[in-house]
């Protein structure tokens, strides 16, 4: 079954117009990670050099943030998980 990823509109031009992707894994690390297998052009949209999740990507499993825990937390068999930017104006 998997995990589900729902990549938010303007995050799609990274997943050739992709809303939903079908990923496995453990953690949400390892889903992101098959995320960027499918679509390595993701990955300068989510990560830094270093590997680390940009400070304004927002990643919420089964509707619920995930912050501070983001990629080390657990996911199993039909979890879903949305990836988001955090936007603020003023």
């Known amino acids: ?10 995050l799609q031009q990274y997943t050739a117009d992709t809303p939903v992707i079908e990923a496995e894994g453990q953690r ?3 889903c992101l990670g098959h995320l960027v297998e499918k679509f390595p052009d993701v990955k300068r949209a ?18 619920s943030d995930v912050y501070p825990d983001d990629l080390a937390k ?12 955090i936007i603020a104006g003023g």
């Open 1 to 10: 079954m998997g995990v589900k990823i729902y990549i938010a509109p303007y």
């Open 28 to 30: 949400i690390g390892e």
């Open 46 to 63: 989510l990560f830094d050099q270093e590997g680390k999740l940009f400070p304004h990507v927002a990643i919420f499993k089964n509707l």
């Open 74 to 85: 657990p996911v199993t068999d039909g979890d879903e998980l949305y990836v988001a930017y």
